[in-house]
């Protein structure tokens, strides 16, 4: 991996060392979301070849449609250095700077997320998958956050530290029994 760039404080380019810790089934992921979108096509394309149905529009169209799939299936691409962390989607790439969170919750919805929000307003959601998946992150992240703790900048936002640290503990444990197979 190269070396990356973010924004100081003043608008200005500024060079970050090398991302400490990052998603190691980001790839995988990738890779997956890319042949459930192959699949999708090469299946709708036979099914109109059989049909006798297949024309240029239609195959452009299958085509869109697997793309679209690949779109909502393709995870952000997560990584951290000390200080900050950095989520990059296909169109948006997100970075909060973890040692000065404010805010840090479980947000709303279908699929459960993680809310960091920084001093400087910065945002980001992640998957807690992510984070329970790849324990150098969220040791990264963890330290992290105990330095925001420390400096009193961490206004709301323990609980749900403490909530993925079980998660994190608890599937470090489960892990450790099948290995030894005691489950």
Same mark, same amino acid.
């Given at each position: 991996?190269?070396?990356?760039? =973010?924004?100081?404080? #003043? ?12 998603? =190691?089934?980001?790839?995988?992921? #990738? ?27 239609? #195959? ?63 945002? =980001? ?49 489960? =892990? ?8």
């Amino acid at each position: 991996m190269g070396r990356w760039t =973010t924004r100081d404080r #003043a608008g200005g380019r500024a060079m970050l060392p090398e991302p400490v810790a990052y998603d =190691t089934a980001w790839a995988g992921e #990738a890779r997956s979301a890319g042949g459930y979108a192959a699949l999708l096509f090469s299946l709708l394309l036979l099914v109109d070849d059989v049909a006798d149905t297949l024309t240029d529009l239609r #195959a452009a169209l299958w085509l869109g449609l697997a793309a679209l799939l690949f779109a909502v299936l393709c995870p952000a691409r997560v990584s951290m250095a000390q200080g900050l962390l950095v989520s990059r989607g296909l169109w948006h790439r997100s970075e909060v700077h973890t040692d000065r969170l404010v805010s840090v919750r479980w947000s709303n919805g279908v699929s459960q997320r993680l809310v960091l929000r920084d001093a400087d307003g910065n945002r =980001t959601e992640l998957d807690p998958q992510v984070l329970i998946a790849n324990p150098p992150l969220w040791r990264v992240l963890d330290a992290d956050a105990q330095t925001s703790v420390a400096r009193g900048m961490l206004c709301c936002g323990e609980t749900a530290l403490r909530q993925i640290t079980a998660r994190i503990d608890g599937e470090a444990a489960r =892990t450790v029994f099948k290995i030894s197979g005691l489950k």
